[in-house]
């Protein structure tokens, strides 16, 4: 199957300062890409659909100025948080698809932990 | 509102038994697809079976299978000939409607346990 590399795996940052997290989709091109985050035992929740070269879409409750999102190519988004604070603490994963499949590909995820 | 139940916080299942994973929906779209996905404690989501709201036959992957009842909208997951490599978390995720920008949304999952 298709490979989605998501970078950093893991991050520890201080409260206050911004992190940000690559997607790249290594050898298809994803017209849309999707930013999910997961507490622990807990589902994924999706926190916003972001199309190449447009505005993402972010889900009611997620702070658009907080988690930047950027799709800058068909194989690159990055998802920016911006002034982290320990409850962002979480795991993010990435997800993408490409037009002419039904499957949507994950990355393997990044945790992040602000102290 | 669309929504996906999986009412298994928990399953425990002997090696080599089979075990079904329960997972109901709701939606008034026609057009969907109904996905189960693997999450092992490393965290990586791998996928396991698709099956189209369109498809007659019931998807099967190996030893995965998917038991769709359209009219009770049900997408329960069978996996046989259990393995302790099994052990992890499972989750439905539903794609309504199965077309574009849509995204998976995801059940709250089922953690299986495999014992030997």
């Known amino acids: 199957g298709a490979v989605v590399s998501q970078h950093p795996s893991r991050v520890i940052c201080k409260s206050g300062t911004s992190v940000k997290i690559e997607c790249r989709s290594l050898?298809?091109?994803?017209?849309?890409m999707f930013w999910y985050r997961q507490f622990p035992k807990q589902s994924l929740m999706l926190m916003a659909t972001?199309?190449?070269?447009?505005?993402?879409?972010?889900e009611q409750g997620v702070e658009k100025d907080k988690f930047l999102i950027n799709h800058a190519s068909l194989t690159l988004s990055t998802l920016t948080v911006t002034s982290a604070h320990p409850e962002d603490s979480s795991f993010y994963i990435c997800?993408?698809?490409?037009?002419?499949?039904?499957?949507?590909?994950f990355g393997p995820g990044t945790r992040l932990t602000v102290t | 509102a669309q929504k996906i139940t999986q009412t298994q916080p928990g399953m425990f299942v002997q090696e080599k038994e089979a075990v079904t994973l329960d997972c109901t929906y709701d939606?008034?779209?026609?057009?969907?697809?109904l996905f189960w996905y693997k999450q092992p404690s490393s965290g990586e989501m791998i996928f396991l079976i698709y099956?189209?709201?369109?498809?007659?036959q019931n998807a099967t992957e190996g030893r995965y299978s998917l038991n769709f009842q359209k009219a009770r909208k049900s997408a329960n997951l069978v996996i046989s000939a259990s393995q302790l490599g099994d052990s992890a978390m499972y989750f439905c995720?539903?794609?309504?409607?199965?077309?574009?920008?849509?995204?998976?949304?995801f059940g709250k999952g089922t953690r299986l346990s495999v014992i030997a």
């Open positions: 939606t008034s779209d026609q057009s969907y697809g």
């Open positions: 972001s199309n190449e070269g447009s505005k993402a879409t972010y």
């Open positions: 997800s993408a698809r490409a037009q002419t499949v039904y499957e949507q590909y």
């Open positions: 995720a539903m794609r309504f409607p199965n077309s574009g920008n849509t995204p998976l949304v």
């Open positions: 099956q189209g709201s369109y498809d007659e």
């Open positions: 050898d298809f091109q994803a017209t849309t």
